[in-house]
């Protein structure tokens, strides 16, 4: 059997009350495939390429891997006949095996379910008849479940960018999610699924040239991954240098015919992505470097009354799926089987310089030379810059001193040196939604823990966290535009190399992506490599609010949100129609959008 989707699956505890669970599954979806336990009660159940799955049995233990996998896999069969009924034995598999996947085992009767480090395929339980069942997407168990939508998780995405700054929450009542690094355990005996911590982010120790070789190392290996596949493999070139860099990696694992690129060349009088795009396209003449007309691009805002589009989270392809699909289609009617972004180069080697807040107490003078350097870059004054370097609060007392009537900003000009931004409090947020965001900040402030002991660092896999999960988003509305979407920079060991890196080599305001720029010498067309520019989407985005603000009405007219309470409709609907006004700027709508697109589509 062969899939287009992307795999989806469930995991059921061996226990006698699953049967029924597996019947509700069956009878809802009767295509879905089915694993067994060694007992042979029903283990796996859902929908998956033959080549996204690798199964080792050994006596009462079994295992499966299910992703991005390489076509080898002879690791899985010996770690399989080394478990001896030990669950614990499979922490490690995720580091032996290049790619990005799920593992779940049945070790001696237990239930093991682990995703990758970072948070890019994750994990999610909830009780469905009596029965703890795990699943890869958490709005799929929602329905199993019958979960209902928990508004206040709603109401606390509203106001910028506060849900990403908090403890993470589920999106539903009763779906609980299993953190990045963490897999979930149901044991054999009947007892409650715990939680088990199995891997930690690498101290930041290493040279810029030591982490380069590292990343150089890693991302090849998981470039392979994806051009080991059958069929035809596209890929995303934007000219920028996170996807030229791929590009350039598989064009040099690839031959004739197996290789389409392409990209959006966008305004070209300000914007150079498209002149950079051919340029290193000019390497590789075997390749196919497809661009994409202005005819055939559409701008932000088109499709947002799409509800079609189902995601574990509001997540902000909502704003703009028919532009972020728009090369992914092109290539699913030219016969992509599989279609890698560039997505993640971001958010392991550009920083907005959090990490000067705790550089500044082992190399102070280093820490100012940056800090000057970002001041440069995004306009920040010194007084908040100041303020914020003198803050040592805890992040839980960070937390619980966020103040919702002080003015916030999205932009980069306010300084990122702080646990929690002053959130924008839109003004057609409800009453009872500011009410409820009030509620949601004090009980996040009760069991606020930061993922790292300093600030910079615990920003950086925040922000990481949160990308996964807007990019698995954007992978869920590409396999829609019929084809699944790769990201290698997301690859455990990807991740893991760039951050093994001090942060003060990684992210430098004078130099772009210094340790990326070092991994691909030699591989990128060096024009390509020593590029300095970097295109921004503001005015595209412009365009779009205004192009598409009869849309933007719409959602207004019969708004989910507002009948949840959360926002004045009738005041939303009369902004929109002055794309111009204050209340609109630097995207404070998005965020609503992106909620409401979402509340319709999984309500």
């Known amino acids: 059997m062969t899939s287009h989707g992307a795999p989806h699956f469930f995991a059921l505890p061996d226990r006698e009350e699953a049967g029924a669970v597996a019947r509700r599954l069956h009878g809802a979806a009767p295509g879905l495939r089915v694993l067994h336990h060694p007992s042979g009660r029903p283990w796996i159940i859902g929908e998956w390429a033959d080549e996204d799955i690798a199964v080792a049995r050994a006596g009462t233990d079994a295992v499966a891997l299910i992703g991005m996998l390489p076509k080898r896999t002879g690791e899985l069969s010996r770690r399989a006949g080394r478990l001896h009924g030990r669950a614990a034995r499979l922490e490690g598999l995720s580091s032996a095996i290049p790619g990005s996947f799920h593992v779940v085992g049945s070790v001696g009767g237990a239930l093991y379910v682990q995703g990758t480090a970072y948070g890019m395929r994750r994990v999610h339980h909830a009780v469905v008849d009596g029965c703890p069942v795990a699943g890869d997407r958490a709005v799929a168990l929602a329905d199993v479940a019958g979960a209902e939508v928990d508004l206040t998780s709603v109401a606390l995405r509203l106001p910028e960018p506060l849900a990403v700054q908090l403890p993470p929450r589920p999106m539903w009542r009763g779906v609980t999610d299993v953190a990045p690094g963490a897999y979930l355990l149901a044991p054999a005996d009947g007892a409650p699924p715990r939680h088990v911590l199995w891997h930690s982010p690498p101290v930041p120790e290493r040279t810029k040239a030591q982490g380069a070789a590292d990343v150089r190392e890693a991302l090849a290996a998981a470039v392979a991954v994806r051009t080991a596949r059958d069929g035809l493999l596209s890929a995303d070139l934007s000219g920028g240098l996170d996807s030229t860099s791929l590009c350039a990696i598989a064009a040099g694992q690839l031959g004739p015919g197996e290789l389409i690129v392409g990209g959006i060349p966008g305004d070209e009088s300000v914007n150079d992505d498209a002149h950079y795009a051919r340029l290193a396209s000019a390497s590789w003449p075997h390749v196919e470097h497809m661009e994409l007309t202005p005819e055939q691009t559409p701008l932000f805002y088109?499709?947002?009354?799409?509800?079609?589009?189902?995601?574990?989270?509001?997540?902000?392809?909502?704003?703009?799926?028919?532009r972020a699909t728009a090369v992914i289609s092109v290539m699913a009617r030219r016969g992509s089987r599989l279609h890698m972004t560039g997505h993640g180069g971001d958010h392991l080697f550009f920083q907005s310089g959090a990490y000067c807040h705790d550089l500044i107490a082992r190399r102070p003078l280093l820490a100012f030379q940056r800090i000057r350097g970002y001041r440069t870059l995004y306009g920040w004054r010194w007084r908040p810059v100041l303020r914020q370097l003198a803050d040592r609060r805890s992040y839980r007392r960070a937390v619980a001193a966020t103040d919702l009537t002080a003015p916030g900003d999205l932009g980069f000009s306010t300084p990122q040196l702080a646990y929690v931004a002053p959130p924008v409090v839109q003004s057609w947020l409800t009453p009872e939604c500011r009410e409820l965001v009030a509620a949601g900040l004090r009980e996040a402030a009760r069991h606020a823990e930061p993922y790292a002991p300093t600030l910079g660092r615990h920003r950086e896999l925040s922000a990481l966290y949160s990308g996964t999960q807007e990019c698995a988003a954007i992978a869920e509305a590409g396999r829609r535009a019929g084809v699944p979407v790769t990201m290698p920079y997301f690859d455990d060991a990807v991740v893991d190399a760039a951050l093994s890196v001090r942060p003060e080599e990684r992210a430098d305001p004078w130099q772009y992506k210094p340790v990326l720029k070092e991994a691909v010498r030699g591989i990128l067309p060096e024009q390509c490599r020593a590029r300095t520019t970097k295109f921004e989407g503001t005015v595209d985005a412009v365009g779009g609010l205004y192009?598409?603000?009869?849309?933007?009405?719409?959602?207004?007219?019969?708004?989910?949100?507002?009948?949840?309470?959360?926002?004045?409709?009738?005041?939303?609907?009369?902004?929109?129609?002055?794309?111009?006004?204050?209340?609109?700027?630097?995207?404070?709508?998005?965020?609503?959008?992106?909620?409401?697109?979402?509340?319709?589509?999984?309500?």
């Open 302 to 322: 088109q499709g947002i009354l799409d509800d079609g589009c189902r995601t574990d989270i509001p997540a902000g392809v909502a704003m703009s799926r028919d």
């Open 547 to 603: 192009r598409h603000r009869d849309k933007i009405r719409a959602l207004w007219e019969d708004s989910a949100l507002a009948k949840a309470g959360l926002i004045d409709a009738g005041a939303l609907a009369r902004l929109t129609e002055r794309p111009g006004t204050p209340d609109l700027k630097n995207g404070a709508v998005d965020s609503t959008i992106i909620c409401e697109a979402w509340l319709r589509a999984v309500a």
